[in-house]
């Protein structure tokens, strides 16, 4: 009979315990919804997410960092939960808040500046997560992503501008995790309380049932505990190392060009094309079509009115003053048109050439007129005398 009656409490006091759980995970749930991650896209990089689901978060005005790390913390024994410590967030009044800046910068040197970005990660306290360089028509691109301690934020921010020649944009943001942060401490402390009483109930359990029951229990508490461990370290890792993520460009200014067509007839048009890179805009332009002809077009559209083969060259000036000629040699080849103008000169020619030709026939015939009669005497007697013989 006591026995039974034990059994009966234990299980009692079991039950107790697992609708306690439900109504404080309920409740905890329903007094902050929102997971740690969500608005976190991107900032994550270089350290280890946990895995959860995803909830919306609030993100809120950039404001100084101070992380104080749930393993500082100073733990409170529960009387009431057995002796099982659990870490007091009451303390917590500094704000934690998750930093990051994108640019993309102009500098004199690619490779140059990418060192020096290394090396400022590494003396702001932090490293380099990834980073990639790449060439286009002789001019160096470069993709930098880093971390750096956040009470070096600005004094980054800072470095980065001073190493650019030009900042063609800039941005950053911060997102304030602290609420978040509270909310899964208070969470950490109702579990390790939990898992107190389950041990507690563990040394109490006298059949293999209620052994089996309890320990279930505590893996699931336990499973929960470390999740929101790894919670807690992320954001603690988010909020005291920032995220900087770099573009990087070449300062050098290129200069091409092309043509819709490279020989065409006199008269007919021929469309350029300017293709300029680098530098800084806005950009002015001086076209040389070779024919003594100029243009302050990007993209002119030019009508040769004489033949021949042109060299085409084009000047760019950036809003800094620096220069860049190209020249195409021999480029562009005009094949004489065939105008109303051109016709008539053409049918003069060849009328003035036929009657030249005519009187030198007349000429040569006047000249050599005597010989002519010798050869035609003499063809004469020779056609007079065969006749004669055939006859005879």
């Known amino acids: ?211 089996l029951a309890v320990q279930r229990e505590l893996t699931n508490t336990r499973e929960n505990i470390e999740l929101i461990k790894g919670q807690m370290q992320y954001l603690e890792q988010s909020a005291a190392l920032a995220l900087f993520t770099v573009t990087l460009e070449q300062s050098k200014l290129i200069v091409e060009f092309t043509a819709d067509s490279r020989t065409v007839k006199e008269g007919s048009g021929i469309q350029f094309y300017a293709d300029v890179s680098g530098g800084f805009s806005p950009y002015t332009y001086e076209w040389d079509f070779g024919d003594g002809e100029t243009s302050t077009d990007a993209n002119p559209y030019y009508v040769y009115s004489e033949s021949g083969d042109f060299t085409v060259s084009l000047k760019v000036t950036d809003d800094k003053g620096t220069s860049e000629t190209y020249t195409r040699e021999d480029y562009i080849s005009v094949l004489p048109g065939w105008g109303a103008g051109t016709v008539a000169e053409s049918a003069w020619n060849a009328l003035v050439s036929f009657f030249r030709g005519l009187g030198a026939f007349f000429i040569g015939l006047g000249i050599f007129s005597p010989l002519w009669i010798i050869i035609l005497v003499i063809l004469y007697f020779a056609w007079w005398r065969r006749r004669k013989k055939k006859s005879s």
């Open 1 to 211: 009979m006591k026995k039974s009656m034990m059994n009966k409490t234990l299980f009692g006091l079991l039950a107790l315990m697992i609708l306690s759980l439900l109504i404080g995970s309920l409740a905890c749930a329903g007094s902050s919804e929102a997971g740690p991650y969500e608005g976190t896209s991107g900032m994550n990089d270089g350290l280890i997410m946990p895995q959860t689901t995803p909830a919306a978060t609030t993100t809120h005005a950039p404001v100084p960092t101070v992380t104080t790390p749930v393993s500082s913390l100073p733990k409170v024994i529960s009387q009431e939960s057995g002796g099982g410590a659990y870490y007091d967030v009451a303390v917590t009044t500094d704000r934690m808040v998750i930093r990051s800046a994108y640019l993309t910068i102009v500098v004199d040197d690619v490779s140059i500046s990418l060192q020096q970005i290394n090396s400022l990660a590494e003396l702001y306290g932090g490293y380099v997560v990834n980073s990639s360089i790449s060439e286009d028509r002789n001019r160096l691109y470069a993709y930098i992503s880093f971390r750096v301690d956040s009470a070096r934020f600005n004094d980054t921010l800072q470095a980065l501008r001073d190493m650019a020649v030009d900042v063609k944009s800039e941005s950053t943001t911060g997102q304030d995790v602290t609420e978040q942060y509270t909310d899964l401490a208070s969470r950490l402390r109702n579990l390790e309380a939990s898992e107190a009483q389950l041990l507690e109930l563990m040394n109490q359990a006298g059949t293999v049932t209620e052994i």
